[in-house]
């Protein structure tokens, strides 16, 4: 079965689910997520292990409105919503499990981002508050995912990451935290380091 035939027949169920198509940006992550859905090995037992976050979202005080309004209007405000909701998860390149009644469950990070953090930060803008900070060793090989060994973690801007482009577009972001993560058994050295670098900036 082809991309664009499976990407109808989603389209297909979530109309005939919500009364309305997914939009353009939500069907262009959707078919990313279908050509990415084989990017892991299996394992022998079938499975593959991989960290997700997973999303549980619902519409707070729906009995009530269960309870007030006829089953019409209950229908429309559901499917409204479960629509909008479907396109926030796959606007941020997460993967809907399923639906259960007016709730939906997602997970993201299927994939490793391995996405430049500095563009993240402009391509989300305001969204985040808090951020860490690391620097990956120089010659290591990684998706900044965070999956290599402890002892690659190194003072800000002495490994492979641009520190200084990740702090500029933080601050233009709206970052108003930092804390420096560095794991390593250089830590004590490190971390004075890490924030020399970063008052110099």
């Known amino acids: 079965m082809d991309l664009r035939h499976t990407v109808d027949r989603i389209q297909n169920l979530v109309s005939a689910e919500t009364g309305r198509r997914l939009g353009a940006d939500a069907e262009a992550t959707l078919s990313q997520l ?7 090995p299996q394992r022998n037992d079938g499975f593959t292990r991989r960290e997700l976050t997973i999303l549980f ?27 909008r909701m479907i396109e926030v998860v796959c606007s ?11 709730s939906i469950m997602a997970h993201f990070s299927e994939v490793p981002s391995g996405q430049d953090p500095a563009q993240l930060l402009k391509k989300y803008g305001k969204r985040f508050k808090l951020m860490h900070v690391k620097d990956l060793r120089k ?3 990684g998706d900044f995912s965070g999956g290599t060994s ?14 200084a482009e990740v702090i500029k577009a933080a601050q233009q972001s709206g970052i ?11 830590v004590k050295t490190q971390v004075p ?7 110099s900036l």
């Open 34 to 40: 279908l050509r990415n859905g084989a990017a892991y």
């Open 193 to 199: 380091q890490s924030l020399k670098f970063l008052k």
């Open 150 to 163: 402890q002892e690659n973690d190194v003072a800000l801007g002495t490994g492979q990451i641009n520190i």
């Open 92 to 102: 941020h390149e997460g993967t809907i499990d399923k639906f259960m009644g007016d």
């Open 57 to 83: 979202a619902d519409l707070r005080g729906f009995m009530a409105i269960t309870n007030r309004y006829p089953p019409e209007t209950v229908l429309q405000v559901l499917n409204r919503c479960l629509v």
């Open 176 to 186: 108003e935290h930092y804390y420096i993560e560095d794991e390593s058994s250089s």
């Open 139 to 141: 010659g290591v090989k």
